[in-house]
């Protein structure tokens, strides 16, 4: 089945040292976004690749960062995690052929001692 | 710009019984409109949407929803609740040539025996 992955499910990293967040997808969409989602509150979007073209919010601290070596590859690289980044993140994809709802991961969990 | 109220955080039904969960969307332009589910540490799943077809949309699980363009609502509605839709539910609009989501507040609706 067609679908979006996230690795790993659960990740657990100290105060500062830099963790990675890995997305795939084999629905081929061209536009691959990254959500972040605390506790009890809607995601928040981060950023979103339109194939290559990195879209930044304004709002998104310089500590998030983002790759997208491939089309079915993204990544979340969180420089130098503190207490607050602690969240769930999520991925998604939307194809740009006529269908326009985003496919969503299962989500990576991410807790900062 | 666009906004979306879910009107109840909160919603307990008993099993058997009807749901309805409230939303209310602003946007400049003609929205899609989206209702996804999340369950616990689980990612989002789409459930229905609706995209200027017919008003009235059905989803999985027996979901369904009514576009009301008067009442600028999209209200989700089962006649029958099961233990299983105890979730998470959000509202989502997507409108403008960017195709940014914007979330409702959620709504979590318990399931009661």
């Known amino acids: 089945d067609a679908m979006v992955i996230q690795n790993p499910r659960y990740q657990v990293t100290q105060f500062g040292k830099p963790v990675t967040l890995s997305c795939s997808q084999t629905?081929?969409?061209?536009?691959m976004y990254w959500y972040q989602q605390k506790s009890s509150q809607a995601p928040k979007l981060l950023f979103h690749?339109?194939?290559?073209?990195?879209?930044n919010e304004a709002d998104t601290p310089d500590n998030f960062q983002s790759r997208r070596p491939n089309t079915s590859f993204c990544f979340l690289d969180i420089r130098s995690p503190g207490l607050g980044d602690a969240a769930m993140y999520l991925c998604?994809?939307?194809?740009?052929?006529?269908?326009?709802?985003?496919?969503f991961g299962p989500g990576t969990r991410l807790t900062v001692l | 710009a666009q906004s979306v109220t879910q009107l109840d955080s909160h919603v307990s039904v008993s099993e058997g019984t009807p749901v309805l969960l409230r939303c209310n969307y602003s946007?400049?332009?003609?929205?899609?409109l989206f209702w996804y589910v999340q369950h616990p540490n689980k990612g989002l799943q789409l459930l229905l949407k609706y995209t200027s077809a017919a008003t009235l949309v059905k989803g999985i699980n027996g979901f369904e929803a009514e576009f009301k363009k008067s009442e600028t609502s999209f209200h989700l509605t089962k006649p029958s609740a099961h233990m299983s839709d105890a979730a998470e539910y959000f509202c989502?609009?997507?409108?403008?040539?960017?195709?940014?989501?914007?979330f409702g507040s959620g709504t979590q609706l318990t399931v009661l025996p």
């Open positions: 998604a994809t939307r194809g740009t052929s006529g269908q326009n709802e985003q496919f």
């Open positions: 629905l081929n969409h061209n536009v």
């Open positions: 946007s400049s332009y003609s929205p899609s």
């Open positions: 690749y339109y194939d290559k073209d990195f879209n």
């Open positions: 989502v609009v997507m409108s403008g040539s960017a195709r940014q989501l914007t």
